[in-house]
């Protein structure tokens, strides 16, 4: 993925939300630092906050009260995610946003999911570990060839048998379920109407496919 730690869309970002944090109207007063972690998926973005006071201790934002504007937090992040994205190599699927009052801020961006547990150990509702099908949907969005797929995402779709949206170098494409679409610099053209594929006119591409899934 592109790293765009330095570019004026992400400096200039990361200043809308330290402002939003520690301005005049701002919501974390007294505050060092505030932390929002994202998760992004093709359907939903699942997250949580938080602020460290003096001492170092550390309090979750208040859902409503305690939080960035959509258009400054997500909207943003959203588009540094299409920003992000490489061909074939893919983007990133964590952003954990980082703003301070006194010091630019920083964004760390994680090929992983960094979801919250409750107190029990068990996850947050709604905030499950994504199964085949949602990743399904973010490799159909942001494609990667199967070399640029981790071994963790692998043994999902493996586990659950499903055959994962790949991207396909040679016709700078997406290709799945037997459907090939255009993919741009910032992702799958999801307004361009995709091709049929026929598997018996390439199957060099499938034989491989089948050989990264089951480990042949």
């Known amino acids: 993925m592109r790293d765009l730690r330095a570019d004026p869309f992400v400096v200039e970002?990361?200043?809308?939300?330290?402002?939003?944090?520690?301005?005049?109207?701002?919501?974390?007063?007294?505050?060092?630092?505030?932390?929002?972690?994202?998760?992004?998926?093709?359907?939903?973005?699942?997250?949580?906050?938080?602020?460290?006071?003096?001492?170092?201790?550390?309090?979750?934002?208040?859902?409503g009260t305690e939080e960035f504007s959509y258009e400054a937090l997500i909207v943003w992040l959203d588009e540094y995610r299409s920003r992000a994205y490489e061909p074939g190599t893919g983007t990133w699927t964590t952003a954990e946003v980082h703003v301070y009052p006194d010091r630019p801020g920083m964004v760390e961006v994680f090929d992983e999911e960094h979801l919250k547990e409750v107190d029990d150990g068990r996850w947050h509702p709604g905030a499950e570990p994504a199964d085949a099908s949602i990743w399904a949907q973010q490799l159909l969005a942001y494609p990667r060839t199967a070399d640029c797929i981790p071994d963790w995402m692998w043994a999902i779709f493996t586990a659950e048998g499903v055959d994962p949206p790949l991207y396909n170098p040679e016709f700078g494409a997406v290709d799945w379920n037997n459907r090939r679409r255009p993919v741009a610099r910032w992702g799958t053209d999801t307004g361009a109407r995709p091709a049929v594929i026929d598997p018996a006119l390439e199957p060099g591409f499938f034989q491989g496919i089948g050989r990264k899934l089951f480990r042949a």
Do not use: K, N
Not at 19 to 29: C, D, K, L, V, Y
Not at 34 to 57: E, F, K, M, N
């Open 13 to 63: 970002g990361l200043e809308r939300l330290s402002r939003e944090a520690f301005g005049p109207a701002g919501f974390a007063h007294g505050a060092q630092e505030v932390v929002q972690v994202l998760v992004h998926r093709g359907s939903s973005t699942l997250g949580h906050g938080y602020a460290r006071t003096g001492g170092g201790i550390v309090r979750d934002l208040v859902d």
